[in-house]
Every structure is written in C-alpha cells, then in structure tokens.
C-alpha cells in the first residue's frame, strides 16, 4: 500500500517539479503570427482583412504579446501588453477585448491568456502550437451576450 502512495504521489508530483538539468527551453510559441482570417466564425463582410500575434519572451520571467488588426473598413488597431508568467495581472494597452490580463506556461508550447476588461472576465485564451512549429491554434473560451458559454478555435499560421 505504501508503495502504491509513493508511485501515485510521484506520479502527481514529478511532472511539476522544477528541472535544473540545464538551460531554460525556448518556447516555439515565440514569434509572429497571422490569423487564417478566411475561417473566422463571423460573415465574411465583417471579418478583419489580417490579425498578427507576436509572442516575445521579455526576460525575467515575463511574456510580450502584441496585436495588429487591419479591419475590412481600413482602420487599424495594436494593443499590447507585458505580463509575468506567473499568472500575476498587468495592464493591457489599447485592447478592444481587454485592459488586463494574467498568463502562465504550463509547457513551452502552450500559453494560457485570462482577460479581462472593465472589472470583468472576458475570456480565456489557450495558445499551443503544433509539433512541427508552423501553425498555431487558439481556443478562446467566454460567454456570449445570453451568459452562454462558447469555445472558438482561430487557427494561426507562423510568418517568423
């Protein structure tokens, strides 16, 4: 019985414990990104012409994430933001979804996003790129205007 504590107990905790075998791995999430806008769930007439992600790693700990949307009417937008991966909350520049976010890696190729806007959860954002580092899908998980609840995938293709 104590064996079989001991191998449960090591099942759950060795996969979190931390490794000192050797340099930090770097994430493929870090790069540019652009949306297969074409597969968006929204009519065609109102789908933005691009939306670019760029994912940095800022050092010590900390995630840059950048948004460029060029929308169907010509107007752009950038928002931006630079948060600890450890889940703490940072402000968010001109966002039209959010003014704050928390993040966390949970492995080198999955990036979880919570956002919030106005006091408000907006949505939770999961980023894991594929094995072969070329494309990227997002699940956006938030509540519709009725207090339902939606998942979206955006599909992501690498530029950088």
Known sequence: ???????????????????????????????RWTVDTSRLPIPPEARPKSVTFTFEDAGNGKWS??????????????????????????????????DIAAVKMPSPNVLIMQLGKGGMPASTRIYTVAADGKSMIETAAYFDKEGRPVLRTNYFTRIR
């Open 1 to 31: 019985m104590k064996m079989l504590f001991a191998t449960v107990l090591a099942v759950f905790l060795i996969p979190n414990a931390p490794v000192f075998a050797g340099p930090p791995i770097a994430s493929p999430l870090v790069g």
């Open 65 to 98: 994430t950048q948004v460029d949307i060029a929308n169907a009417d010509g107007t752009k937008l950038h928002s931006e933001g630079i948060a600890s991966l450890d889940g703490t909350p940072a402000v968010v520049k001109d966002s039209i979804e959010a």
